[in-house]
């Protein structure tokens, strides 16, 4: 069936190099992204999404590129600092059937000071 | 603003027996969802509410698990007898509307840890 899955477990970066997570996705009529990110012991937080019709968005440090021709999703984080640690979700939906999101499994990201 | 609330944190109960989960979502939203999430997977949709009504609850294993939003506010998750592989991690969310957009952003609570021994 389609599935939404991240290519690495584990990211380890350096305090202030940049980061980049992936993401590839399956199901070709999604049309909405989001990424999240959650801390131990707590709910995913909302970070960044994008929309189909787009192939970039910046936020505050952050940044998603879309490519609907490979599928693939990437969340980039500039400057990484220690609080970004954590675990990363993409999550995708066809908005057109309904905003049912599908998550991925999820990458952690540890950052060495 | 007051983000989604949980109750209880952590939850630990014998097979078969049962539990319950409450949720009170952002002032609001007229969009709540439930999510169980397995240690090291993303969450996976159990149901979704709009107001009192269910919109989703195609992956709600309702001979055991079963939901209510009675007054289209706080809601409850039922899981009747309990199995060993219930033992997840149970979210809620909610979400508002927002115009002409079908996909709103969902805002997560800290989550209901259930242990099944």
């Known amino acids: 069936g389609e599935n939404v899955g991240l290519h690495l477990p584990t990211l380890s970066v350096q305090e202030g190099d940049n980061s980049i997570i992936n993401c590839a996705y399956s199901?070709?009529?999604?049309?909405?992204f989001i990424w999240y990110k959650q801390e131990s012991g707590k709910g995913p937080q909302f970070i960044i999404d994008i929309r189909s019709n787009m192939d970039k968005r910046q936020g505050q440090r952050v940044t998603v590129l879309l490519n609907k021709t490979v599928k693939h999703l990437s969340l980039q984080i500039a400057a990484t600092q220690p609080g970004d640690s954590a675990v990363y979700f993409c999550a995708e939906a066809d908005t057109g059937a309904n905003s049912k999101l599908t998550f991925g499994k999820g990458i952690t990201l540890s950052v060495r000071p | 603003e007051a983000g989604v609330a949980q109750s209880p944190r952590y939850k630990i109960i014998e097979k078969r027996q049962s539990v319950a989960f409450w949720c009170n979502p952002i002032?609001?939203?007229?969009?709540l969802y439930w999510y169980q999430q397995i240690l090291g997977q993303g969450p996976k949709l159990l149901i979704q509410?709009?107001?009192?009504?269910?919109?989703?609850d195609s992956q709600l294993p309702k001979d055991r698990f079963s939901a209510e939003r009675l007054k289209g506010v706080d809601s409850t998750l039922k899981i009747q007898p309990a199995k060993l592989e219930d033992s997840a991690v149970y979210l809620c969310?909610?979400?508002?509307?927002?115009?002409?957009?079908?996909?709103?952003?969902?805002?997560f609570g800290p989550g209901t840890r259930l242990t099944v021994l």
């Open positions: 969310a909610s979400s508002s509307p927002g115009a002409g957009s079908r996909t709103d952003t969902q805002y």
């Open positions: 002032s609001g939203h007229a969009t």
């Open positions: 509410f709009q107001n009192n009504g269910v919109v989703d």
């Open positions: 199901n070709s009529a999604s049309d909405y």
